[in-house]
């Protein structure tokens, strides 16, 4: 089946800096990504959606120039979070789809990141 | 705007007895349902989706869905659990974004705890 890692699993930072989240989709070539938001004991809230070679498009509410991604193969997408602070501590998801099914995703494992 | 309901934020259940998962949800078109479970430190995995067609589905798992449009609902079952289906439990729909891009909005989530 469809795999999708993230990479680091968790990260730990300190408040200011920036730091960069990998998703990869290892064996097949995903035409779009997604990123998703989790906060303990409640729903992934889609946060922007990329096509390859195209600018990611952001969900109303979240910033653009905070969460970068970056979307530059078929097979690897960014979440670059910049300056960092705690209330960003979350746990982040990816998903990939390729040219099947409507709407039939492949998730990633999350990544959890703690901004101290 | 859409929308999905999970009423029931955490069910205990007996291993070996019948399970219900509710969901309903809030879409003027014809809805893509799907539900997923996520287990701790694991990505979203897909246990069954709803396009179209025989409006009870069966998945992975020995899970199994109905779909009724009346009571725009799409309740997961399982006739008898096993402790390894403990997980959360997530229920999704699948829209158009205002981009023009396929997105799924995800219910709160259910969390299942087995007990011996």
């Known amino acids: 089946g469809a795999v999708v890692s993230q990479h680091p699993s968790w990260v730990i930072c300190k408040s200011g800096t920036s730091v960069k989240i990998e998703c990869r989709s290892l064996d097949f070539q995903a035409t779009t990504m997604f990123w998703y938001r989790q906060f303990p004991k409640q729903s992934l809230m889609l946060m922007a959606t990329s096509n390859e070679g195209s600018k990611a498009t952001y969900e109303q509410g979240v910033e653009k120039d905070k969460f970068l991604i970056n979307h530059a193969s078929l097979t690897l997408s960014t979440l670059t979070v910049t300056s960092a602070h705690p209330e960003d501590s979350s746990f982040y998801i990816c998903?990939?789809?390729?040219?099947?099914?409507?709407?039939?995703?492949?998730f990633g494992p999350g990544t959890r990141l703690t901004v101290t | 705007a859409q929308s999905v309901t999970q009423p029931d934020i955490h069910i205990t259940v007996s291993e070996g007895a019948s399970l219900e998962l509710r969901c309903n949800y809030s879409?003027?078109?014809?809805?893509?349902l799907f539900w997923y479970v996520q287990s701790p430190g694991q990505g979203l995995q897909l246990l069954l989706k709803?396009?179209?067609?025989?409006?009870l589905v069966q998945g992975i798992k020995g899970f199994e869905a109905e779909f009724k449009r009346s009571q725009s609902s799409f309740n997961l079952r399982k006739p008898s659990v096993h402790w390894s289906d403990a997980a959360e439990y997530f229920c999704a729909v699948g829209v158009i974004s205002n981009f023009g891009n396929e997105k799924l909005t995800f219910g709160t989530g259910t969390r299942l705890t087995i007990i011996p």
């Open positions: 709803y396009f179209s067609g025989d409006t």
């Open positions: 879409y003027g078109a014809t809805p893509y």
């Open positions: 998903s990939a789809r390729d040219r099947g099914p409507p709407y039939e995703q492949y």
